[in-house]
Nanobody, 131 residues
């Protein structure tokens, strides 16, 4: 049974940066991808970025390119989300999730950012951007 624990959220001023972490335990080779999702107040959870645990291929939502960077540790058990130049629109709860048995090309696809493709979720970490 895989469990995911997010950390690194908090209150930050506009223009600041945060690095979120997603620590996973219980991974097997079947778990191929990890993704970060953001849920802003009153909105659906949206996919921000995803990464292939094995080869490190990444995908990122167009609207946040240049500010959000996903990465992983060498073992593929921890994923990170670096967020730069934070704005009020980034306020929300950030979740990480993982899925199984996807091909190595899958990280290039739109499905990699779809919440419907992920089976296991963390509890979320809250980010608030305010002066």
């Amino acid at each position: 049974q895989v469990t995911l624990v997010e950390s690194g959220g908090g209150l930050v001023q506009p223009g600041g940066s945060l690095r979120l972490s997603c620590q996973g335990s219980g991974f097997t080779s079947r778990y191929t991808n990890i993704a970060w999702f953001r849920q802003r107040p009153g909105e659906n959870r949206e996919g921000i970025s995803c990464i292939d645990r094995n080869v490190g291929t990444t995908n990122v939502l167009n609207s946040v390119k240049g500010r959000f960077t996903i990465s992983r540790d060498n073992a593929g058990n921890t994923a990170y989300l670096q967020i730069d130049n934070l704005g009020p629109e980034d306020t929300g709860v950030y979740y990480c999730a993982t899925t199984t048995d996807k091909p190595r090309t899958w990280a290039h696809t739109r499905q990699c950012l779809s919440r419907h493709e992920y089976e296991t979720w963390g509890q979320g970490t809250r980010v608030a951007v305010s002066s």
